[in-house]
């Protein structure tokens, strides 16, 4: 059984800085490229950054400069560290598994971040 989970979340500052992570198992971790999205309240689920297997990286224009995102295959774990926060970034981020031929995917359950003075 696949499972994908996130932990990492909480409440910030604006301009502080949260690292969240993303668990799977159930999969051969590096078969699959990972994403990171978030969802706003009323708002359409939206890609924030996503890391191939091979390390190349692609980023939402909103957070470029601002986050990063990195894997660990040998700990079946994808990370997104995010600085400079801004309130605009208050969402839920869940994490993506999305297999390499394309033939599935999968998502956690999310995490709750929240950008609040």
């Known amino acids: 059984q696949v499972q994908l989970v996130e932990s990492g979340g909480g409440l910030v500052q604006p301009g502080g800085s949260l690292r969240l992570s993303c668990q799977a198992s159930?999969?051969?971790?590096?078969?699959?490229?990972m994403g990171w999205y978030h969802q706003a309240p009323g708002k359409e689920r939206e890609l924030v950054a996503r890391i191939a297997r091979g390390g190349t990286t692609n980023y939402a224009d909103s957070v470029k400069g601002r986050f990063t995102i990195s894997r660990d295959n040998a700990k079946n774990t994808v990370y997104l560290q995010m600085n400079s926060l801004k309130p605009e970034d208050t969402a839920v981020y869940y994490c993506?598994?999305?297999?390499?031929?394309?033939?599935?995917?999968?998502w956690g359950r999310g995490t709750q971040v929240t950008v609040s003075s």
């Open positions: 993506n598994a999305d297999h390499i031929l394309g033939v599935v995917d999968y």
């Open positions: 159930g999969l051969i971790f590096s078969n699959y490229a």
